[in-house]
């Protein structure tokens, strides 16, 4: 068993490249074992969390990133929570969905919160958009970043490309984030494939190709849910609405949609 993922940046000197490295085995093995989804709902999902989790490159120290997205076509829900520390939940509603919807139609939306400041959110409008396509959108409006991202069909891996901005010394690189993907295929095609799973290793096989190894980063499922945001949760509802729930019984069991972890909350 993995002890965890991690997202590793890389630094290509000579094309002026930033590169995150995205090894998510562990994530998708925790995902198999918290949801209950099948065959291509499963695959979908999968997909999700790789071409989101990358955003995790992008935050600074205390901040901490929220994806939704609300798709009407096919009906599902998405969402994702991630921190600067790398510490992240995630769930795909409903819990028995089995599509994997080529192109998506609906709302994303993003929020960023950094400590003692207001919270940012931008909304996108998805009109017929790959995860591929909705993330670069995302990279763009939300980010302002000139970049491309690639997830691997044969492991749990996946590859934001960032084009450094020009500094005094030297211009920024002429390689579109899609140029520079193809002019160094052989060798992140090689790595998908091989799909190493240890820090030493991949950094060795990355070092070997020319590509300096900055940082890594661990990535762990934490939930962070309590019986105390539960209840508070309940008590922000109408009287009407809470009775509904509770439906005459003193007692109301509520389920973490994100962990599963069951909480007993009592009528006040
Ligand atoms: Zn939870």
Same mark, same amino acid.
């Given at each position: 068993m993995l002890n965890s993922s991690t997202l590793i940046t890389l630094i290509d000197d000579q094309e002026d490249y930033l590169i995150h490295f995205l090894e998510g085995q562990k994530i998708i &093995?925790? +995902?198999?074992? !918290? &949801?209950? /989804? $099948?065959a291509s709902g499963l695959n979908f999902y999968r997909d999700l @969390?790789? %071409? %989101?989790?990358? +955003? !995790?490159?992008?935050?600074k120290r205390g901040e901490r990133l929220g994806i939704y997205i609300d798709s009407h076509y096919p009906d599902f829900? =998405? #969402? @994702?929570? %991630?921190? =600067?520390d790398g510490r992240y939940r995630s769930v795909l509603l409903p819990e028995d969905f089995k599509e994997f919807p080529q192109k998506l139609c609906g709302r994303l939306r993003l929020t960023k919160s950094f400590p003692g400041k207001r919270p940012y959110q931008s909304i996108i409008e998805i009109n017929d958009s790959t995860i591929d396509q909705l993330m670069i959108l995302v990279l763009i409006k939300s980010y302002q970043i000139d970049a491309h991202l690639f997830t691997s069909k044969e492991s749990d891996q996946a590859l934001l490309l960032m084009r450094l901005p020009p500094s005094s010394k030297k211009a920024a690189s002429k390689l579109t984030p899609k140029e520079?993907? =193809?002019?160094? &295929? #052989?060798?992140?095609?090689?790595? =998908? $494939? /091989?799909? /190493?799973?240890? /820090?030493?290793?991949i950094q060795a096989f990355v070092e070997t190709h020319g590509l300096k190894f900055l940082h890594a980063k661990a990535l762990t499922f934490t939930c962070g849910c309590s019986i105390e945001n539960m209840q508070a949760l309940i008590n922000a509802l109408s009287e009407s609405e809470r009775q509904n729930l509770y439906q005459g019984s003193k007692e109301l069991e509520v389920v973490c949609e994100y962990c599963k972890k069951k909480y007993q909350l009592l009528q006040k």
């Open positions: &093995q925790e +995902m198999v074992l !918290t &949801q209950s /989804l $099948q @969390i790789l %071409t %989101t989790m990358l +955003m !995790t490159s992008l935050l829900h =998405f #969402k @994702i929570e %991630t921190d =600067f520079y993907w =193809f002019s160094r &295929q #052989k060798l992140f095609s090689e790595l =998908f $494939q /091989l799909g /190493l799973n240890e /820090l030493a290793a």
